[in-house]
């Protein structure tokens, strides 16, 4: 294989994987960037001739490394199972990995065709300090709606308990669900009052958490040698079964339009995390389109509120927590993000 820009990007994501703790993932993904075959590179076919931001945009090492990670939790392919942490030898991975996917292409292919859906729980904690500053600006219960939700884990962010060191603590003590994230900046506004009047979300293709193989899926996309991110994971899927959490399938901005409209005596908040990008042009042009348009309804009894944390456009750094807030449609930068949610450079 010598397709550059799939080539570059293998090598882009394998840095980022080092960067964000993954030394496993990092391994694999050098190990696959210096040795694609045609076989492996046909994975990709569906992407070829794209450019590196639009691979990179679409995540698709992380398709990549999320098939091989659900065949090898499936047990299907035993010595894929086996190279997987907690083994460590990324040569020994690269080998199981190659033998996989000449046995199991079309299988892998098919994971890969639909977008990441990671719901990583932890960027509740940064998202959290934006619906905090959204209550002390309104004064108004929060009526939350989440685009891209996936399985809905976020959902129940006002239920988790929050720890941001110095910079202060928030939720139930008792929460079964602890997140933690370092904090930089001013404090954030955590004694705001803060009630949540209702949830709602939608996704293309929801999890249904209920069904072990999609609850797998999800698994899939986390990495594999980060305990931690699977503790959370686990904790968060018990209380989301607990609490009876859905997701309606829908796409987000016919859902937006036909869900956002400004409602007396709530402030409506419209949020997502890591999901823009995933969007064709169309989408995005209709869902700002909606948003702005229930903005022009809002009013001091009725405001909306757009919460999102997302990428700068056209590039896969900094991750931007932001907020427009109608009636006025001001919208500023509040902090700069971990995308996994570990930091929280706060600007407030």
């Known amino acids: 294989m010598t397709d550059e820009p799939l080539i570059r990007m293998l090598k882009a994501q394998a840095g980022v994987c080092a960067a964000f703790g993954s030394a496993f993932y990092a391994g694999l993904l050098e190990r696959a960037a210096a040795d694609l075959t045609d076989e492996a590179g046909a994975l990709f076919a569906p992407w070829q001739g794209q450019t590196y931001e639009a691979l990179f945009g679409a995540a698709v090492a992380l398709r990549f490394l999320g098939a091989l990670h659900d065949l090898a939790l499936s047990g299907d392919d035993p010595d894929l199972a086996a190279a997987f942490p907690p083994a460590s030898d990324a040569d020994a991975a690269w080998r199981a990995a190659k033998a996989a996917i000449a046995a199991q292409a079309p ?16 960027r509740s904690a940064c998202l959290l300090p934006g619906f905090l500053t959204i209550a002390a600006a309104t004064g108004l219960p929060l009526a939350c709606l989440e685009l891209g939700a996936s399985a809905g884990l976020n959902q129940l962010w006002s239920r988790y308990r929050y720890d941001y060191g110095p910079a202060g603590a928030w939720g139930d003590p008792a929460s079964p669900l602890r997140l933690e994230a370092d904090w930089t900046g001013p404090p954030p506004p955590l004694t705001a009052p803060l009630q949540v009047a209702s949830h709602a979300a939608c996704d293309r293709k929801p999890i249904d958490l209920r069904d072990p193989l999609q609850r797998r899926r999800l698994r899939a996309y986390l990495w594999p040698d980060q305990t931690e991110r699977l503790e959370r994971f686990d904790a968060a899927v018990a209380m989301a079964l607990a609490a009876g959490v859905t997701v309606e399938a829908a796409d987000a901005a016919d859902w937006a339009k036909a869900r956002a409209a400004p409602r007396e005596g709530l402030a409506t908040v419209v949020y997502h995390s890591i999901f823009w990008q995933y969007l064709p042009a ?18 001091s009894a009725a405001p909306l509120a757009w919460l999102r944390m997302e990428p700068v456009e056209g590039a896969p750094v900094p991750i931007e927590l932001r907020l427009t807030l109608w009636p006025g449609g001001e919208d500023r930068r509040l902090a700069i993000v971990q995308a996994h949610g570990a930091t929280v450079a706060w600007e407030g």
């Open 107 to 122: 299988r892998l292919a098919a994971f890969m065709a639909h977008e990441p859906q990671t719901n990583e729980v932890r």
């Open 282 to 299: 169309q989408t995005q042009a209709d869902l700002r389109a909606a948003i702005a348009s229930h903005g022009e309804a809002a009013a």
